[in-house]
């Protein structure tokens, strides 16, 4: 059987990150009742996809050197931008998909303990709320690799994680538990908001209100009637 390699391995030159972990019962405590090295204490934040890092390397780009071009400010106004999902397509959007599961994963891992907060489940795709979250959290998170100060992590830290895990519980509550994902709660009010019948009655409201905005405009600015009773107006609205 062959030993792990540790820090104390005589001619051990290495990184700490390149000690092999101990198997599953072989770790003995040190002479100071500290357990030896097993491994990485903390693992890194998955990197994104060479698309996904692309484009946010120029929209951040641009925040230094905004461009001053009228077509140039075009463009940068249709790039995609990962943490809206909704703009992606094509193969960011596939880098996406597969980036951001590393990220729910590193998260639940890396950031969260015990049970008391849900953490990111399994079945986050889906979860709309879920994904547009996740998207701004794992960018937000990877902008901070651009700091050269801590600052940018530590608000990350501080406000962007715990407003997540927030917003988290509050949204899924204790629903999908491991392998239990669960239908959207409000899935009936949803369907009967984009109802046909619905959709209908509010055009009409739509239609009505421009109507007697109209109106209003018109006796408004009728020429020779600027002795008008507010009340009248009050009354036509």
Not at 52 to 60: C, F, K, P, W
Request: net charge negative; proline share 11%.
């Amino acid at each position: 059987m062959t030993t792990p390699t540790t820090l104390t391995t005589p001619g051990f030159t290495g990184h700490p990150s390149e000690v092999v972990a101990r198997r599953p019962g072989s770790a003995t405590p040190t002479g100071n009742g500290m357990m030896p090295p097993a491994g990485l204490m903390v693992r890194p934040f998955p990197e994104p996809g060479p698309t996904i890092r692309t484009a946010m390397e120029q929209l951040q780009q641009a925040t230094i050197e905004p461009p001053g071009d009228e077509e140039e400010l075009r463009e940068l106004a249709q790039m995609p931008r990962p943490w809206d999902p909704g703009t992606c397509s094509g193969k960011m959007r596939a880098e996406l998909w597969a980036w951001l599961d590393l990220v729910a994963m590193w998260v639940n891992e890396q950031h969260l303990w015990n049970v008391t907060r849900p953490g990111i489940p399994e079945c986050w795709p889906a979860h709309p709320h879920l994904v547009h979250d996740l998207a701004v959290l794992a960018c937000s998170r990877y902008y901070t690799s651009f700091a050269v100060s801590p600052a940018a992590l530590e608000d990350w830290h501080r406000y962007g994680l715990p407003g997540f895990l927030e917003r988290l519980r509050d949204r899924l509550g204790d629903g999908c538990q491991p392998s239990k994902h669960q239908p959207r709660p409000r899935r009936e009010r949803d369907e009967s908001h984009a109802s046909t019948r619905a959709r209908r009655d509010r055009q009409q409201r739509y239609r009505d209100d421009a109507d007697q905005a109209g109106e209003l405009a018109t006796v408004v600015d009728a020429p020779g009637d600027t002795r008008r009773d507010p009340d009248d107006l009050h009354e036509r609205w």
